[in-house]
């Protein structure tokens, strides 16, 4: 465990550092956890900005503000718990994933994962026969960047773009549509926040 006294005296995107308080919050990501003060009032956003590198926390994990899910713009209040969490959990097949697996993780229908099998989507087969993906394999197969794209464009982003964008869509995203819809993004942002700041960062 690692208390944290002083990360949220750093401005918010308002401009006005965190609120103290008696009772800290207490931010988790698996075994790790971080006890904070001056953090009440920040967003679910904010927060997982501030204490991502000391956590270790991807971007793509979901909040959980005691027990209960929330979205990023919900704000914090004393003595609450945060924790942060994979949104799929891999049944015991160290980096090889279930079909079902898959499809949680990268939020695609059956008939979408079909398409994908369709497509070339790489496989193995388990002891049992059964049909497993390397984790390394899928995340190469999403995390493609297209030739012509900004240098701020980033495999990573694409892959999660198409993570992100995919349940809004009945066809298979593919990295090119995730450019554009970053592309679109980021120009949007440019208009709502042309100064950039936290605010800008909190919701890309």
Known sequence: MVAVTNLADRPTPNGFPGVATACPVKVIHGANNLILNKIVGQTVATIHIWTRDVLNTPRWCVAYLNGQHVNRHHRVRSGDTLEFIYPWGFKGNGDLLLPADLMAWRRVTPEQYEELLRRGLPSVRGKDGSRLH??????????????????WVKA???????????????????????????VNARNLLDVLFPLGGEGKEAVQ
């Open 134 to 151: 390397r984790r390394e394999d899928v995340h190469r197969w999403f995390a493609i960047v297209p030739p012509g794209a900004p240098s």
């Open 156 to 182: 990573d982003r694409i892959a999660e773009t198409i993570r992100v964008w995919q349940p809004r869509y009945k066809e298979l995203l593919t990295p090119d549509d995730a450019l554009e819809i970053m």
